[in-house]
Structures are given as C-alpha cells and as structure tokens.
C-alpha cells in the first residue's frame, strides 16, 4: 500500500512538471542568453578600448579582459595569443604580466612593432620614391632634461649639447682618442657612455634635413664629420663616420681629427 502510495506521489510531480508552460523554459533560457551576451559585449568594449590607445602609451601590458590568467596577454599594443611572450618581445625597460600575472621586464633594442627608422624625408620627387611612401617609424626623442635625449624607437641615450660635455665640449678627436674618451666619460651622473657603432650614428640622421641633418633637439650639433666606433674592414687604418652636414656615411683615416657624440644603452 506504502509503495503504491509512492508512485501515485512521484507520478503526480512528474505529471504537474510536465504541465508547466513551455513558456517558462524559453524565458529562463532567453534571459540566460542575454546575461551571457552582455557580459561578451563588456569584454569586447573594453578590448576596443585597449586596442584604440597608442602602443606608445601601453607601458604596462594588460592580461585580456577573459578573466583566463596564462591564456591571452596584451603586450605593448600587441596581443600574444598564446600567452608566451617573454622579454625578448617587449622594448627595453618597459614591463608586462603574463602567464597567470607573472611581472616580466622586456629587453630588446626595437618596439615590438619592429622595422627600421624612417629617414626623415617628406618630399616625394618622383612617384614610389622614399619621399613618397614616408615608410618606418616615425623619429621619436625624450628630452630628460639632464643634458641626455633617450631614443625612444632604440633605447639609446644621447648626449644631448654638440658643445657640451657628452660631445666633449665640441672638440675633435683621432679615433682611438675618441673612443677612450667616451669611455671614460661621466655625464648626467651616468659611467657607462661609448663611442656609437656605425649604425647607432647613422639613426639619429634625418635626411629631411640638412646643416645639420638631425632633429633640432640635439643642438650645437656640427655639419661635420662624427666618428662612430667601427673600422673599415678592408682598410682597417679607416673607420666610418656620419657627416652631419647631409647624413653621408663614409670612411676616413683613424688619425683625422673628427667630432663625437657619446651614447649610451642597447644590448
């Protein structure tokens, strides 16, 4: 009797569930949807949001707005899907969280946008010349207001005055004695100055300019001759140099008495 007094119990609350209008079912399910659909817009405003900021303004990277630690990072503008970018994806110094928010710091010597440095020319002369497609980055210098200009597109430091201490007060130089001068250099407290490569010099000149061909925030620079540090391998008495008056690299003798521009920084 007990157990037919149990089924009778269990058959009507299935039989009453089974009478709840189908209506019921849709709403919880069409509101479940909505909930879902406005947490997705949330998250796709607030990576719009990301993505609309200048790389230059995303010092500190931000792990992507999934809540999913170690699966996606936002890295200085860029986004890793893999969320395996190490330092060596980052510019130098700058900092980033990946893999479940672990603090990294990048070191490489290009943004991560990489590519080589605009020249500097604006005017086209002929259609598809480099005045015409402007291509690279854009030339992009700090001031730190200690007699040093950090290049933000390489890292490098600068000394800032062609006259002042980084440039050993506009005096000119052999080679050798121009490189154990900026070794031995002491400017804005910094120790660690050098004579630049060849490269390095070469990408502070702008070819939109001339006498001299660099930005106007490196002042008293000479339209002249800087030695950088490298030799000429095929006549290893000769070592490169970067005439400022037009952005000309060429070689000249060692023992010829050119100016110099310390730097500092990149690996």
Same mark, same amino acid.
């Given at each position: 009797m007990r157990k037919s007094i149990a089924i009778f119990g269990v058959s009507c609350l299935l039989t009453a569930y089974c009478l709840l209008p189908t209506s019921t079912f849709a709403a919880d399910k069409t509101a479940k949807l909505e909930d879902e659909n406005k947490v997705l817009k949330q998250k796709i405003a607030r990576l719009e949001k990301m993505i609309s900021q200048p790389t230059s303004t995303l010092d500190k990277g931000? /792990?992507? !707005?999934?809540?999913?630690? $170690?699966?996606?990072? &936002?890295?200085?503008? *860029?986004?890793? !899907?893999? #969320?395996?970018? $190490?330092?060596?994806? %980052? +510019?130098? $110094?700058?900092?980033?969280?990946?893999?479940? &928010?672990? /603090?990294?710091?990048?070191?490489?010597l290009l943004p991560i946008e990489g590519g080589l440095i605009k020249t500097g020319q604006t005017t086209p002369y002929v259609n598809y010349d480099d005045g015409w497609y402007k291509k690279g980055l854009a030339f992009d210098f700090t001031d730190n207001l200690d007699g040093t200009i950090t290049d933000n597109n390489t890292g490098l430091m600068w000394a800032k005055d062609g006259t002042g201490v980084g440039c050993m007060g506009g005096a000119t130089f052999t080679w050798a004695t121009a490189i154990d001068t900026c070794n031995n250099l002491t400017c804005a407290t910094y120790t660690d100055w050098r004579l630049p490569n060849v490269r390095e010099l070469q990408s502070i000149a702008d070819y939109g300019r001339d006498n001299p061909a660099i930005d106007p925030i490196f002042i008293n620079t000479q339209s002249n001759n800087y030695w950088s540090s490298t030799t000429y391998? *095929?006549? =290893?008495?000769?070592? &490169?140099? %970067?005439?400022? #008056?037009? $952005?000309?690299?060429?070689?000249?003798?060692? =023992?010829?008495?050119?100016?110099? +521009?310390?730097? +500092?920084?990149? /690996?």
């Open positions: 931000t /792990q992507l !707005p999934d809540g999913k630690a $170690g699966k996606d990072t &936002w890295i200085q503008g *860029n986004l890793y !899907p893999d #969320g395996d970018a $190490g330092v060596k994806d %980052v +510019r130098k $110094g700058k900092t980033f969280y990946s893999n479940s &928010w672990e /603090q990294k710091t990048g070191d490489t391998h *095929n006549i =290893t008495s000769y070592a &490169w140099l %970067v005439t400022f #008056g037009s $952005g000309t690299v060429y070689s000249s003798r060692k =023992t010829n008495g050119y100016y110099v +521009r310390a730097v +500092r920084g990149s /690996q």
